[in-house]
C-alpha cells in the first residue's frame, strides 16, 4: 500500500520558519519524482516545489523562489521541505504526493498524496 505521511506544519509568525518532512512507504521510492503542493481554504492546489529521483529540484513555484527549499534522502524514503521567511499567504494545507506523469510543469500529474500538514503564518 503506498503510503506518504507528513508532518512538521505549525503555526509561526511571519518571517519564521518551518521544516516539512513526507516519510513513503509501499513503493519503489527511488523511482519517483516527489512534489510538495499546497491549498490554501477557498482556493485550487498549488504546486510548491518538485524533486526527482536523483535529488534534483526541478519546479519551483515563483512564489517560493528563494525562500523554499525541497530534498530528498533516498536511503530513509523521506523529502523534506525547509521553508524560510514565512508570509501569511504561505498559510495552507502541504500535503506531499508521487508525481505519476511530469513531462514538465504544463503537464503533469499525481497518483498519490498524503492527507496533508497544516501551515499557518499569524502574528
Known amino acids: 500500500e503506498v503510503q506518504l505521511v507528513e508532518s512538521g506544519g505549525g503555526t509561526v509568525q511571519p518571517g519564521g520558519s518551518l521544516t516539512l518532512a513526507c516519510a513513503a512507504s509501499?513503493?519503489?521510492?527511488?523511482?519517483?519524482?516527489i512534489t510538495w503542493v499546497r491549498q490554501a481554504p477557498g482556493k485550487g492546489p498549488e504546486w510548491v516545489s518538485t524533486?526527482?529521483?536523483?535529488?534534483?529540484?526541478?519546479f519551483t513555484a515563483d512564489f517560493v523562489k528563494g525562500r523554499f527549499t525541497i530534498s530528498r534522502d533516498n536511503t530513509k524514503n523521506t523529502v523534506s521541505l525547509q521553508m524560510n521567511s514565512l508570509e501569511p499567504e504561505d498559510t495552507a494545507l502541504y500535503y506531499c504526493?508521487?508525481?505519476?506523469?511530469?513531462?514538465?510543469?504544463?503537464?503533469?500529474?499525481?497518483?498519490?498524496r498524503g492527507q496533508g500538514t497544516q501551515v499557518t503564518v499569524s502574528s
Open positions: 524533486i526527482n529521483s536523483s535529488g534534483v529540484r526541478i
Open positions: 509501499g513503493f519503489t521510492f527511488d523511482n519517483y519524482i
Open positions: 504526493a508521487r508525481v505519476s506523469e511530469w513531462l514538465g510543469p504544463n503537464r503533469r500529474r499525481i497518483d498519490y
